[in-house]
């Protein structure tokens, strides 16, 4: 039943998408098939155990394109099938779709259905998660454009379900032919089963000069204000001065350094010294990034997020072509955070996550593709024992 359910949502959205009288419509209809192994099935610290999770089920590929519209709709349904954990198999989904409408218009939706967790500090069990968001683009001359948007997010998680509503605007004025202005606003409110719920309102104003054909300069201000129910309210204040600076036209260095103040209701105020240093590659063959920051952090997306922490991060993304048909992408991020304060149901002291993967993607010819990944998950705690957890993947999709 649950298969004929999804089935049904994957017609209806092709049959209802926008049509053309120029546009070609290609659809193809497939199957996937996956197996995993994990080395620490349930993320534990102690006692880990492993599972191989089987999973298999139909995908569908739509896509259409023409002068003015291009719109699709990709994803598979799958049931899972697990050799130890059976009391854990379960049907999975990860189903998108996309449309623009000639660079005005662009509207996106994404629904996914698993039980892996991103860290390993989330709560075992089933994750569902609904993403939608619309955007419009607007030239209001030449010198200036604006972009506005909504963006609706929930996610169901084992421990409490949540829900993001944000608006966004963002515009762009060039002032002198070496000088551009952004002014950025929006809000988000957050609703959530147990906790408090929170609105946050963000603003910022950045300024760049162009000094050389090379060097780019410029301040940015940020502000934002947590509106938190039955909790203090707080406040951050944020000045950084960027410089960004092109050693070829392939690579490009920014760095920049500000200072932060976090003003907290009925509380002592803090400071933090913010540095970001990203170093970005673009050739043919190769795309490379790395990155460090160190930065006050707003997290109340994920259900075992809530607040605002001290972050201090580092990460790496290499991904490589062979050829048009194979390629490879490795990255890895070591994330240190620390809240800023005690909240009732959040865990008080020091975290740092560490992820990694690795995949090899193979397009075999036009219609079938074979996906091969490695991940690595750990968690440290500052008063409990570290928890890692492996993940080695092989994916399989056949489409006609």
Not at 39 to 52: F, K, Q
Not at 219 to 243: C, G, K, S
Request: overall charge negative.
């Amino acid at each position: 039943m649950r298969y004929i359910k999804y089935a049904f949502i994957l017609i209806i959205l092709s049959l209802t998408a926008p049509r053309c009288a120029i546009a070609k419509t290609v659809m193809h209809l497939g199957a996937y098939g996956s197996m995993e192994y994990s080395d620490n099935y349930n993320g534990t610290a102690h006692d880990s155990r492993s599972d191989v999770t089987y999973e298999a089920g139909p995908s569908v590929e739509i896509s259409s394109v023409s002068r003015t519209l291009d719109y699709g709709v990709a994803g598979h349904i799958t049931r899972s099938y697990h050799r130890h954990n059976d009391q854990d198999d379960t049907t999975e989904a990860l189903l998108s779709g996309h449309a623009s409408i000639a660079e005005l218009l662009e509207a996106s939706i994404e629904y996914t259905k698993t039980r892996e967790r991103e860290y390993l500090d989330q709560a075992p069990g089933f994750y569902r998660r609904h993403t939608a968001s619309i955007s419009l683009h607007k030239d209001i001359s030449p010198e200036t454009n604006i972009s506005t948007g909504y963006t609706r997010y929930h996610e169901n998680a084992p421990d409490e379900d949540t829900t993001d509503n944000a608006v966004s605007l963002r515009v762009n004025h060039t002032l002198t032919p070496y000088t551009t202005g952004t002014f950025a606003a929006g809000y988000d409110a957050y609703s959530y089963e147990i906790r408090n719920d929170v609105s946050i309102f963000t603003s910022e104003i950045d300024l760049r000069t162009n000094l050389t054909q090379k060097n780019t300069i410029g301040p940015t201000l940020e502000y934002a204000h947590h509106a938190r129910e039955r909790l203090n309210d707080e406040d951050v204040y944020t000045l950084l001065f960027y410089w960004i600076y092109a050693i070829r036209p392939s690579t490009t260095l920014t760095t920049a350094l500000g200072r932060s103040w976090l003003d907290l209701e009925n509380e002592s105020n803090h400071t933090e010294t913010d540095a970001i240093i990203t170093l970005s590659q673009g050739l043919p063959r190769d795309t490379l990034s790395f990155g460090l920051s160190k930065s006050y952090t707003i997290e109340y997306s994920e259900s075992n997020r809530y607040g605002t922490y001290r972050t201090k991060s580092a990460t790496l993304s290499w991904e490589h072509r062979f050829s048009r048909n194979l390629s490879t992408r490795v990255s890895g991020e070591v994330l240190k955070r620390k809240p800023t304060e005690v909240i009732v149901s959040v865990f008080e002291g020091r975290e740092k996550d560490i992820t990694s993967d690795g995949s090899i993607i193979w397009h075999f010819n036009r219609y079938v593709t074979m996906n091969a990944t490695y991940e690595h998950l750990e968690h440290h705690y500052q008063f409990l024992d570290t928890v890692r957890e492996n993940r080695y993947r092989f994916s399989v999709e056949v489409l006609y």
